[in-house]
């Protein structure tokens, strides 16, 4: 499930440092100004997707950020490509606050909330953590190579595309956990 969060946020913040100041010539301060902007805004993102999810469920949040994500996969470098640091600042900073928080908002009690209590601890943060090393670590590294490889950010896309369609089967495949008493699992 956090696959699709975790790389997001890596190639929102790691890799779009190096294209926009490698490949399209901006200075480093306007993709920066963009993630500050994003990270200021996800402090008040993430809490209300988590209370939303509290309300309509941790399932449907975290189906509505893997959706996003897929769909603004592409528009997100086609804003970066224009160049305009304004249009470039509120992209980074909606893109980032909506589609990472709506899955970030939630996982906290989501992912805890799948399992049983003898393997509570063990199964979230196993998972969490063996798929934000390398979905997170890796992914910069990975859309660096697809950039390179085809000259294009298409491919890079396409990887994200593909990651947040395996979050969405894992999320549909997980059950919804809102009203369960966890103290019973």
Do not use: N
């Amino acid at each position: 499930m956090k696959v699709s969060e975790v790389a997001w946020v890596y190639v929102l913040t790691v890799f779009s440092i190096v294209y926009a100041t490698s490949k399209l010539g901006l200075p480093r301060a306007v993709i920066l100004d963009g993630i500050v902007a994003a990270a200021l805004l996800e402090v008040h993102t993430i809490p209300l997707f988590g209370a939303l999810s509290d309300r309509i469920g941790r399932k449907p949040m975290y189906i509505a950020g893997a959706l996003l994500s897929a769909a603004i996969a592409f528009p997100i470098f086609w804003m970066l490509d224009t160049r305009d640091p304004s249009l470039i600042l509120i992209t980074i900073a909606v893109a980032m606050s909506i589609t990472h928080g709506a899955m970030f908002g939630p996982q906290a009690a989501y992912m805890p909330e799948l399992f049983g209590t003898r393997v509570r601890y063990s199964g979230a943060s196993l998972g969490c953590q063996i798929s934000a090393a390398l979905y997170g670590g890796f992914s910069p590294i990975i859309a660096a190579a697809l950039l390179g490889w085809a000259g294009a950010t298409w491919p890079v896309s396409l990887y994200l595309v593909g990651l947040a369609l395996i979050t969405l089967i894992a999320v549909l495949a997980s059950h919804e956990t809102v009203k369960v008493d966890i103290l019973q699992t």
